[in-house]
């Protein structure tokens, strides 16, 4: 496979156009109407069912974010972080011998000997840390009896991607549920599937008078989506795998939708994976990337992602090369970026709706 420069989905972000709070209400973010190929035109969210055509099917990622960032100390005093992935299910790891395990992400991992313990703010052992898995991710399990979840909602914080730092708390009433989408019902994931905090209940169901169909899918997001590509050839990237599940009923509303319109990359990666895999659930390794042959998703509602980043990859892949002049738009008219920014929707390019 030839190569693909890391270097070519690069764009200059600067740290104003970074959102650092959401916007309210939610719909009334910006929206840039990329659907034809003619130039885009400025909208709000709240239009989005203007865009929307009988017979389109919508698909939603509904997981929900867990309190996955855990504020502990070691027992000589220094301070702790353990940040939860996802349940690990294999048995011969050299980690914690019973008991739940979860793959998590710790620091500082190096100065935390697998068989440590960590302690929470009474001194009460509450985390055993055990086997380093690579790439930062090691295995941990509780200590206490409750299950992993119990114990993330007892102690821990709905964590935010690093590049909030205007003080945005999710421990702050309100704040927690703002970072969740309102239709979040899976509790599986440690970031929020952010295209879809754009949306209300009103806002669904006047899509659904225009004569759409809203299905859910479920993908789990964790370091798949938010670890940065830390290669230079794109082609040599390994995305982390991620758990997805996708029902028979929303593979045959998408076979008979004039348009499968993904909210969000998430949705695409667990739509993709279905379709891609055979198989309506497990875990997926799916980089979507140009040359990738999309086999459902028709049109993408996005929002606007980190420079040299899988997601803006997979928008390259999906959009074209028109990537660029979208967000050089997009900047020019001041849009805000990330996780609490503005959104996009754009189609599938010609060359991939030729080649379907």
Known sequence: MTGLP???????????????TPCEPRDAARLLDALSEAAPQHRQVRDLPELIQPGDVIVVNDTRVIPARLALRKPTGGAAEVMLLDPYDHVDTGGPSNGEQWRALVRPSRRIKPGSLLIDATDVAVIQVGADLGDGVRLVQGVTGES???????????????????????????NAERYQTVYARSERSVAAPTAGLHFTPELLDQCRNRGAQIHTVDLAVGLGTFRPIMVDNVNDHQMHAEQFIVSDQVLQACAAAQRVIAIGTTSVRALESAATLGQNQGATELFISPGYEFKLVDVLFTNFHQPKSSLLVMLSAFAGERWSELYAEALAHNYRFLSFGDAMIVGRSNAQTEAS
């Open 6 to 20: 890391l270097e070519h989905f690069d764009y200059g972000l600067p740290d104003h156009a970074i959102a650092q």
């Open 148 to 174: 992993m979840l119990d114990l993330a909602h007892r102690l821990g914080q709905v964590p935010l991607p690093p590049y909030i730092t205007s003080g945005f708390d999710t421990s702050v009433d309100g």
